[in-house]
């Protein structure tokens, strides 16, 4: 089958960092969304556990990814996300799409998305709804 | 007269033939994907039944560790708790032992559990958040004010640097003037679950085991009353994977523990009647209490037959249980009240000798007050309206139900025999082979939910609009508070003794010593818990997953 007219222009691979913050070891659902985002084409970079923010960034400078996935149970996402926003600045990373995904109430979701996150996932969200989500977000950056 | 024949009728009668033959067709499934038949009858039961059943109470334990079960006693209801700071998780342990709690049971926060202390740069945001922060002995002595530990039986689920804590534990009941040998509890110290599932550690696999081998002694030789592991399916589940995989992973756990021990030349039937497990209750309801009653039997027969057990008590298995936190949904949440109650039935009916019951509200926050009241009246219900307790093990000799014990029985099986094949069960951790099949299982079941293949009431199906439940918000002030008291524990001790138990340490850490009584040393003059870590570290070194995904 050839489809070639609509192709986008580059075909890299989507880039997502899949990081898991924080003390708690909690990473089953970092690590299914790790593998449908790497079963739907994307290249996918999973930190493992225990990561600090700066290692976070790190990894996302370093694999120059187009999207990061933040995986959060512990109740530290208010502590953690905002300190992972701000070393972003800091570096001057500005073209990457945040989500996070954990355990968080509807009260820190407002608070999340003002600092800058475009999507939290709670748990019970569909995979493909964050795979899409992924793809069409960071399809329309590019634009 | 013929019958007559019209297209509606036709299609009235192909439809219900179609129908007859998907409903032949369709798959019927546990919740881990075993399948199951029709009609289960008499030809299910076969072979040597009445041996494998036999009698509660007696080996091989299939019906009960009990004779008498819960007509002796009932199981006793432990409510998990642990928040903020120590005052906080004290004033709930009250409020819980008030409304008719018969244990206690604490949760620490994730810095105390990885062995950081609350003013470490690693804890930064994480301190209470999960539990309760616990530094040095100073915290523990107000963690259990007011309560007595020769009367109350106590739980602590803590891993990796769980020798410290029950050394804070020890040194608090000989404050309040009860002997060791009098405190009664429990310790998870499953090392092995960590690298599985949990994921909280803080040495190599080898120092790790041999931390616990060392607890196993010193609780045989010291503390009769004191269970020094907990030997634990419930994360390993929680982390994705099925009944069979939960049975056989703790239960190779628990037999790789045994071989430690008797390898150190601790008599079997010393410390084995000492050793009891934690299982999950998830909401496959014939699919948990099978799971239960195979452990059972799995556990009599290895401890006995291969590990050369003599006492009955060796051989019987005896579990908590805690209702499946991942069950619970974020939507609807007040339906989590009903998962609850189910699971804890199953537990019940699988013969648990303590139980956990999750609040509705836990998969947004840490429970409120009022969440956990509903949750231990819905244990308190179960065993004083329904019943079910009036006589041991209902369900024995059920066609169903033993089919299930034995399939699952012979899944476990085939696991110990894969494992052994990878040269036991901590080379399999270090291959990463539990860690893999549980992924795959977690995927799996995940495909299954996305596909609407196994319904989620309120998540996958009949889905409305959410309601707000208030929950439990933890001050963020709590953290400075913590690491305030930490800083003037640290400017009133000794700390010359200190810098003299960490050297003890490090020198017992370097040998073969048994380090529990280094540690109490260390503790009892206050030096903390993230320090006693680091000592131990700089002679094991630390611990870095390879994630497989």
């Given at each position: 089958m050839s489809s070639a007219v609509a192709e986008p222009k580059t075909d890299r691979k989507i880039r997502v960092v899949v990081a898991k913050p924080g003390?708690?070891?909690?990473d089953r659902g970092a690590k299914i969304i790790a593998r449908a985002l790497r079963d739907s084409g994307m290249e996918v970079i999973y930190t493992g556990l225990h990561q600090t923010p700066e290692q976070i960034v790190e990894t996302v400078i370093q694999e120059d990814a187009d999207a990061i996935g933040v995986s959060i149970l512990s109740g530290a996402h208010m502590t953690l996300v905002p300190k992972i926003l701000e070393l972003l600045k800091e570096e001057g990373v500005d073209d990457v799409l945040i989500t996070v995904g954990g355990t968080i109430p509807n009260k820190d979701i407002d608070d999340l998305k003002a600092m800058g996150v475009s999507g939290v996932f709670t748990p019970g969200s569909p995979t493909e709804a964050i795979v899409e989500f992924i793809r069409s977000g960071v399809s329309r950056r590019e634009l | 007269m013929e019958p007559t024949s019209t297209p509606a009728a036709d299609k009235a009668a192909s439809d219900a033939a179609r129908k007859a033959a998907e409903a032949a067709e369709k798959e019927f499934t546990t919740m881990s994907g075993k399948s199951i038949r029709a009609r289960y009858g008499q030809e299910d039961l076969q072979g040597d039944a009445d041996v494998k059943i036999g009698e509660p109470g007696r080996y091989p334990f299939t019906r009960g560790p009990y004779e008498s079960m819960y007509r002796g006693r009932n199981w006793t209801m432990r409510q998990f708790a642990g928040f903020g700071t120590v005052e906080e998780t004290n004033e709930r342990f009250h409020y819980l032992l008030d409304h008719g709690q018969t244990g206690l049971s604490t949760a620490f926060d994730m810095p105390t559990l990885m062995g950081y202390d609350s003013d470490h740069a690693r804890s930064l945001g994480e301190v209470g958040r999960e539990g309760v922060a616990v530094d040095t002995i100073d915290d523990m002595e107000i963690l259990f004010q007011g309560i007595p530990l020769g009367e109350v039986s106590t739980s602590m689920t803590i891993n990796a640097p769980a020798a410290i804590l029950l050394a804070f534990y020890v040194l608090v009941g000989e404050q309040q003037g009860v002997p060791s040998e009098k405190l009664s509890g429990t310790i998870q110290t499953d090392i092995l679950k960590e690298y599985i599932a949990q994921k909280e550690w803080c040495f190599p696999v080898e120092p790790a085991m041999r931390l616990v081998t060392d607890m196993v002694e010193y609780c045989t030789d010291?503390?009769?009353?004191?269970?020094?592991?907990?030997?634990?399916g419930y994360h390993i589940r929680e982390a994705g994977a099925t009944a069979a995989q939960e049975l056989a992973f703790t239960l190779k756990d628990g037999f790789t523990y045994v071989e430690r021990a008797i390898e150190r030349g601790i008599d079997v039937d010393a410390f084995a009647p000492r050793l009891s497990f934690f299982f999950n209750a998830h909401i496959d309801f014939f699919e948990e209490i099978a799971k239960y009653r195979a452990a059972r039997r799995i556990w009599a027969r290895e401890l006995k037959e291969?590990?050369?057990?003599?006492?009955?008590e060796s051989m019987r298995l005896r579990f908590h249980t805690q209702t499946a936190g991942v069950s619970l949904t974020a939507q609807q949440p007040l339906n989590n009240i009903v998962r609850t109650a189910i699971e804890a039935l199953a537990g019940v009916l699988g013969g648990t000798q303590s139980l956990h019951t999750n609040s509705f509200d836990e998969a947004l926050a840490l429970p409120t007050e009022e969440a956990v009241r509903v949750a231990l009246r819905t244990q308190q219900i179960i065993a004083e309206e329904t019943g079910v307790t009036n006589t041991p093990d209902p369900l024995g000799g059920s066609y169903f139900v033993e089919s299930l014990t034995d399939e699952l029985e012979a899944d476990a099986y085939e696991y110990f025999r894969k494992i052994d094949e990878l040269g036991g069960m901590v080379e399999a951790v270090r291959q990463n082979f539990p860690q893999r099949e549980i992924g795959e299982a977690a995927f799996d079941f995940q495909r299954r939910v996305d596909d609407g293949e196994f319904t989620i009431v309120g998540v996958n199906q009949y889905v409305t609009e959410e309601e707000e439940v208030p929950l439990l918000h933890i001050d963020p002030a709590l953290e400075t508070k913590q690491v305030e008291r930490l800083a003037a524990t640290k400017a009133k001790r000794d700390s010359a003794a200190v810098e003299s138990a960490l050297a003890s340490l490090k020198e017992a850490a370097a040998g073969e010593a048994n380090l529990m009584y280094p540690i109490l040393d260390a503790a009892r003059v206050h030096t903390t818990e993230g320090e006693m870590i680091e000592a131990m570290q700089e002679v094991f070194g630390t611990y870095t997953e390879t994630p497989v995904f």
């Open positions: 003390l708690d070891g909690h | 010291q503390m009769p009353r004191w269970h020094p592991i907990s030997i634990s291969t590990y050369g057990a003599k006492k009955p």
